[in-house]
């Protein structure tokens, strides 16, 4: 007994959307990639969050910072961004800034040269 032919079309869009559900789910819970905190003499930390921004590293490092500290206050003692692009800093934003243009009056999409290790933010801190 084969399949009517309306049950064949009804299961392609069900499947469609279970993959897609679940593609959702799974980045869903998908979280900031946590930086290792090390500790160092006299009760200090040191972090060093990693991202494609300098802001997104910095968030980083301090997210690791506030979760070792969990309910006292972080107090930063030191800290150092580092750049390791392809590009030199302001070549690879002028870069994007063209490319954005372009890919605006073209309908195509920017080129993206950053990756998600283009800056390091490194974080002495304690807790108090």
């Not at 064949?8 to 869903?28: D, E, Q, T």
């Not at 500790?39 to 802001?55: D, F, H, L, M, P």
């Not at 972080?74 to 750049?83: P, Q, S």
């Amino acid at each position: 007994m084969t399949p009517s032919k309306n049950n064949r079309l009804w299961n392609k869009p069900i499947a469609s959307v279970g993959i897609l559900a679940g593609a959702l789910l799974l980045s869903a819970c998908q979280s900031t990639p946590s930086s290792p905190v090390i500790q160092r003499a006299n009760s200090t930390y040191e972090t060093t969050g990693i991202a494609s921004t300098k802001v997104r590293a910095q968030e980083n490092a301090l997210e690791s910072a506030k979760k070792t500290c969990g309910s006292r206050q972080v107090i930063v003692l030191d800290d150092e961004v580092k750049y390791n692009g392809l590009l030199d800093e302001r070549t690879g934003r002028v870069v994007g800034q063209v490319g954005a243009v372009v890919g605006t009056i073209f309908g195509t999409g920017s080129p993206n040269l950053s990756r998600d290790d283009d800056y390091e933010y490194t974080v002495s801190f304690r807790c108090q």
